[in-house]
Each structure stands twice: as C-alpha cells, then as structure tokens.
C-alpha cells in the first residue's frame, strides 16, 4: 500500500491503517517526504510493504508533481515486482478530479514494460504491465481513473509501435494495424492508399523518399466522425518514416541508432484518433500518415535532382536526411485538398536541430494561426506535455530558395527547426495549420519519471485534450 506525506511529515489523507508501522520511520527522521522520496515499511500482516511517499510541499502541488511523485511509487513497485498494489489518493489544494487523475496517471503511464524483443524466460517474467492490480483508494469520481485505463491502453499502444523493431513495424504494417483498430471500434474508418494510388495523386515527394526502399510506401488514413451535426473537422497528420537511414546523404551510426523512432508522429496520430473513438469525443477528425521507410540504394532520390510535389510546387533536394517536410509536404497538401479541415496539426520527430533548442522534455510548437496555437498551448499546460512556442520568421524563407525548383528542401544548419516549419508552411495555404516537433520527447536517450521506456507516448494526450477542448467550443 502507497501512504502520501507532506513534507512536514504529515500524511496526506485523513486517516491511514498503519500509522503504528510507519511511526518509527517518521521519527528516525530518514524519510523526508521530498517530491517522489520513496521508503518501505515490512509488515507482519497482510500487506507486506508499506510504502511512504513523499510528496513534497503541500503549497507547491501541481498536477505534473502529483504525476511524478506517483511514477516514483510505481518505479519502487516494479523493482520489488510488486502485482497488486493500493494507493491512498492524497487530498492536495487542486481540485478532487485533478488530483485523482494526476495520481492515476502517474501510476498507470509509468506501469508499462517493453519485453517483446528479449528472449523468452525474460518476457514471461515481464509483461506489458508489470503491476497487475492497481487500486486507487478513496476516489470519489471513478469515471475519471476508468478513463485513464482507457487513454493508458491507446498510449501503450503507441508506444509498442514506436519501441518495437523498424523491421516488424512497416508501413505495411502502419497500415494494417490501423485497419484493425478500424475494424473493432465502432465509428472509426481507415481508408488506405497504395503506391499506386500515391502516384495516380501525384505525390511525388512521398513517392522520392520511398525509392530506395524495398517496401511499398502507403497513406494511411484514419477518421473519426463524432460530431456529424458540426462543421468542424481537424486533421492530424503524423510523419511514419518507419526507418530513417539518411538516404545518399546518410547518417552516421550513432544517428541511425534511433531512427526506428522516426514514425512518432504517425504512431501519435493514429492513437489520438483511436482514442477520440473509444472516448465518444464529440469531434470529426482524421488521422493522415504518410508511410515509408528512407532506406539508401541505388534507386535512391538524388542530391540536385527537383521532384514534384502533390501541390505542384517542385522541390531541389540538397540533402535527402529532410525527408520528413517531404512526406509531410505532400501528405498536408492532400489532407486539405481532401478532406478541407478547419484545423490541421502535423505532428513530426523532424529536426535534430529542436532537440538542440529544447532537449528532450519539450517539443517545439510551430503555427500560423494564433488560436490554434493557445488552444494547444492550453492543452500543454493541462496535460504536462511541453510545448514551447517557436517562431516562423519570414525573414528566414530565403535560405530556401533554389536554383532550379521552386523550393530547396533545406536551408543550412542554423535555424534547423524553423526552416523545417517555414518548408511546411508553402504546403498549407491559408488553412489554419500547427506544426509539432517532437523529435526530443517522442523517444528519449532514458527512461524519466512516468515514461519507463525510450517510446514516451508523448503528444498522445495533448492531441486528446486538444479535441476534448474543441468538441465543448
Ligand atoms: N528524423 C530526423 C530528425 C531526428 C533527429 C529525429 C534526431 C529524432 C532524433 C530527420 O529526418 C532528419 O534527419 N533531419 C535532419 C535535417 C537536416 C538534414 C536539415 C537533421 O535534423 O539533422
Ligand atoms: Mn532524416
Ligand atoms: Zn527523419
């Protein structure tokens, strides 16, 4: 059982059944109920530990410490492969259902394992999730932990894709896997588009970064339509280079290393949209994935050569690592020529230039439309997933001016991130667009706090909270 203090060593519940056991810790003065401290108790009865957490200053509670302090009781938990674990949910200044969530968040997200690739004894042994019974004690509004469970089953889901091995995840299987959650979720629809749709749609910059590689490029498509009666539909277009090896201007080992990470945003996407169905959310969206691997070969797009994108505008290639504005140039083109959404929200692990920026605790927000841009500030804030604002400097647009297309596809090392924007941003017309650089927190170099693996799930709950906020607008 996990008992929450105070710094000042009171305990943040009314009442606790092992106040007896736990006197003697509290009096010899080593737990300090710092933020996420952690001290066991054994006990001769039926509960074995008694777990005293810390959770610092009752002043100073946010919701993003209440998450952290109860990653660290999970983390304990999962060292002494704990099963079955209760916790007393604290009674703190936020409001019960912040408090409850936050707690319940903290547990459940860091309550996963990723052990598919180890060998068989290994995997028996750990499971996706390691504590098998949690119960929340003292909770006055259930629905708020059973829609945790819910959220928690889309993330982990997600970050299974993002984790497992860029050989098993393809773009093929990018495909599949979101039929099949079409399939056995009422109101979700997956429309597929194959290469040889790609090229009757003439996408060709989709159709560049995938030449090299053996596996077919796909479009994957993933709707929701919540709100028939609404106007309103937002599509969430998500970068799916389910390997990315540089191309001709290939990466270095130590930068491919990770690079199975590079369909985040897809992966991000697609769980957003299956949630919003699981959730009822009353909002249409559409999840829009362009899929392919950027392998190295002989058939491989060329440096100096212009390809033409699905907009028509033709891009020079002066380095074909910026795969990612490529595919997602052409997929934003073609989500707002199809489906004219109100909304468009690209979400991509597209520049190491943003992880120089921000690091890997948050992503960089890009966007022409000020509303747009609060909303998904608004929901950063709530949600705890970092955004910090960047700007698209016009002033900037010039480094991609080329010689023969309309476009280069870079502009130089200093202003990475912003370049990337400002390329995507010839993509969008005059439709209200946010672009998403998640390439720090989507896969991080250490497990931290409630992501327990390299795959973090981030952005999957600020997309939700995202569409939760437009469908009550
Ligand atoms: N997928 C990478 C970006 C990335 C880097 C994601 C590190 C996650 C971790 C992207 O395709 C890329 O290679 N970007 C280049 C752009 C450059 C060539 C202008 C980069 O950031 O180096
Ligand atoms: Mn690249
Ligand atoms: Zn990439």
Redesign the pocket.
């Given at each position: 059982m996990v008992i929450p203090f105070w710094d000042d060593l009171t305990a943040a519940v009314t009442e606790h059944p092992f106040t007896e056991e736990l006197a003697p810790l509290l009096q010899a003065g080593d737990f300090k109920a710092k933020q996420g401290e952690v001290s066991c108790v054994y006990t001769r009865g039926k509960e074995k530990r008694v777990l005293a957490l810390g959770l610092g200053k009752a002043e100073k509670v946010t919701c993003e410490t209440l998450r952290r302090a109860f990653a660290s009781a999970m983390r304990f938990a999962h060292g002494k492969k704990v099963k079955r674990l209760a916790v007393l949910v604290p009674h703190t200044r936020l409001v019960s259902e912040e408090t409850v969530s936050s707690v319940a968040e903290g547990l459940v997200l860091t309550n996963y394992a990723f052990t598919k690739l180890k060998g068989e004894a290994s995997q028996k042994e750990s499971p996706t999730v390691l504590v098998e019974h949690l119960s929340l004690i003292g909770v006055k509004c259930p629905e708020v932990v059973e829609k945790i469970q819910v959220v928690a089953k889309g993330i982990y889901l997600v970050r299974d894709w993002i984790n497992g091995n860029a050989d098993d995840i393809t773009p093929k299987m990018l495909a599949e896997l979101a039929r099949s959650l079409a399939s056995s979720t009422p109101g979700l629809k997956a429309h597929i588009l194959e290469k040889k749709d790609l090229e009757r749609e003439k996408m060709g910059l989709i159709l560049a970064v995938n030449r090299a590689s053996n596996l077919d490029p796909y479009l994957i498509e993933l709707s929701y339509q919540g709100d028939p009666s609404s106007q309103d539909k937002i599509a969430l277009v998500g970068k799916g280079?389910t390997y990315?090896t540089?191309g001709l201007?290939l990466?270095p080992t130590d930068?491919m290393l990770?690079?199975k990470?590079?369909m985040s945003g897809g992966a991000t996407v697609l769980g957003t949209v299956y949630l919003a169905a699981l959730l009822k959310l009353k909002v249409n969206v559409t999840a829009v994935v362009p899929a392919t691997e950027?392998s190295i070969g002989s058939k491989s797009y060329k440096l100096g050569d212009v390809y033409r994108s699905h907009s028509g505008k033709t891009v020079e290639i002066n380095?074909t690592?910026?795969?990612?504005r490529l595919v997602l140039a052409d997929a934003l083109s073609y989500a707002i020529q199809t489906l004219k959404p109100t909304a468009v929200v690209d979400v991509a692990?597209?520049?190491?230039?943003i992880?120089m920026a921000l690091g890997e605790e948050m992503a960089g927000l890009f966007a022409n439309d000020e509303g747009l841009a609060q909303d998904l500030m608004g929901a950063s804030e709530k949600t705890g997933e970092q955004l910090w604002r960047m700007p698209l400097n016009p002033d900037y647009k010039d480094s991609l001016r080329a010689d023969f297309g309309d476009l280069l596809n870079?502009g130089g090392?200093d202003a990475?991130a912003m370049k990337?924007g400002l390329f995507l941003q010839e993509f969008v017309g005059t439709t209200a667009w946010a672009h998403i650089d998640l390439?720090g927190p989507?896969?991080v170099s250490r497990p931290k706090h409630y992501w327990p693996t390299k795959a973090t799930g981030y952005g999957v709950r600020l997309l939700l909270e995202f569409l939760e906020r437009r469908a009550h607008s």
């Open positions: 280079v990315d540089g201007s990466k930068n990770t690079m990470c590079d950027n380095n690592d910026a795969e990612g692990t597209l520049t190491g230039s992880i870079t090392r990475g990337a390439a989507a896969y």
